[in-house]
């Protein structure tokens, strides 16, 4: 596997494959070096960061660069954290694409919409970015278990990724969670649990059992700090694909966060590297109706969530009561000047079916929740006639096939 380097960079066999410094916390920035297993800050308890010698990085790492190597997330690896090419436990994650949605949004008040489909990442989700991450960075740092809680998508990509790097799988879920996602985990070779109720319940009773299992290590959204790194691929494909413009509006599912958490990262990170400038994307947060913290937040202008009691939504991606990050979350939102908001049932299903039939496009739910939210935006004249507006589907549709109807006799 062969990564892109500018030309001037060729002539350094010992450039680093990574930038990688030390881990700092996301909230009293202590720092925590980057060589030693880690978890959540030691001092606060907060999610960890990885940061990067960007002055460096600039030097040898640019965007003329891009032009090389190959067209997979990997692409990034100065600025990501795996620092031995042969610790990548990779399953080809490719470049997902930009689609035009014509149809749907042509009497919109949005200039040109378009859906970026991770979908077409391997495990059928965009979960495939940052446990292709962790788990490279796990086998480099000598980690031979896993577990995490799941409440479908991540699971089978963690337990692929885990398979693919011969370690061991823990996961537990929602008895409720789609039966393919549960299949997909045993499949894989997963060791799996089921418990009644929904994903922090899972994460209870995970962490009841790992007391017995030290050897475990927690791949957890922003409980190890590496699964990040991954999703903030997603804001580094988005700039290079759009030529380093970046849109008005990104449109995503929020659940635990991550993304959206990891592309704020990316932009500032891309900012650094002299690659663009100080402009950025609203950052438009999306929920179901029957699980919407983050949005019940952002209404009471909160810089923190409130756990979302009785959580229930068809989109088991978010059906996330509490993210623990979700001060990162509403970070991103106010200062990019964007918004929070939440979708029905109802209309998700809607967007589902409608998706389907004038774009050709079978998504997930939690992608349809960012088409039906696009429709408020438009509808409350928040978008204008000249905005770009990004959409991310975050999995294939081919995941939740009881979400379309059975005409059949």
């Known amino acids: 596997m062969d990564f892109p380097i500018s030309t001037s960079d060729k002539d350094h066999v010992n450039a680093p494959l990574t930038f990688l410094t030390r881990l700092e916390c996301s909230v009293c920035r202590t720092p925590h070096p980057a060589a030693e297993i880690q978890t959540v800050c030691r001092k606060c308890g907060k ?29 990034y690896a100065p600025v990501l954290p795996v620092g031995e090419q042969r610790n990548i436990v990779s399953l080809g994650e490719r470049v997902t694409p930009l689609i035009p949605l014509r149809t749907m949004f042509s009497n919109f008040s949005a200039g040109k919409v378009l859906m970026k489909d991770e979908g077409l990442l391997p495990t059928g989700s965009f979960k495939a970015r940052g446990l292709a991450m962790a788990i490279s960075r796990a086998k480099e740092l000598g980690i031979s278990s896993i577990c995490l809680p799941s409440a479908g998508n991540a699971g089978g990509a963690a337990a692929a990724y885990a398979s693919r790097a011969g370690m061991h799988s823990w996961i537990y879920m929602p008895k ?142 978010l059906r996330v009561p509490k993210a623990f990050a979700d001060h990162l979350i509403l970070t991103a939102i106010y200062a990019s000047g964007g918004v929070a908001l939440s979708v029905s049932d109802e209309e998700i299903r809607a967007a589902v079916s409608e998706i389907a039939k004038k774009e050709g496009l079978f998504i997930s739910p939690e992608g349809a929740a960012t088409v039906a939210a696009l429709a408020h935006l438009a509808e409350e004249r928040l978008t204008k006639e000249t905005d770009l507006v990004v959409l991310f589907n975050t999995a294939t549709g081919l995941k939740y096939p009881e979400l379309i109807g059975d005409p059949r006799p």
């Open 47 to 75: 999610a960890l960061l990885a940061r990067y010698d960007l002055a460096s990085a600039r030097r040898t790492f640019t965007r003329e660069g891009m032009k090389e190597g190959e067209y997979s997330m990997w692409r």
């Open 176 to 317: 409720d969670t789609p039966e393919i996602n549960i299949e997909e985990c045993i499949a894989y070779g997963a060791h799996i649990t089921l418990v009644q109720g929904n994903i922090s319940d899972a994460a209870k009773a995970m962490n009841e059992e790992r007391k017995k299992h030290p050897e475990w290590f927690d791949v957890s959204t922003l409980k190890e700090p590496y699964r990040l790194e991954g999703k903030k691929t997603m804001a580094y494909e988005l700039a290079e694909q759009l030529g380093w413009k970046l849109p008005d509006w990104i449109v995503y599912p929020t659940g635990g966060g991550t993304g959206l958490i990891g592309m704020w990262k990316g932009f500032e990170e891309m900012e650094e590297l002299g690659w663009i400038g100080r402009e950025r994307p609203k950052m438009v947060s999306v929920q179901a109706a029957g699980c919407a913290p983050i949005a019940r937040a952002f209404v009471a202008h909160r810089g923190d969530s409130e756990f979302w009691e009785h959580a229930e939504t068809i989109a088991s991606g």
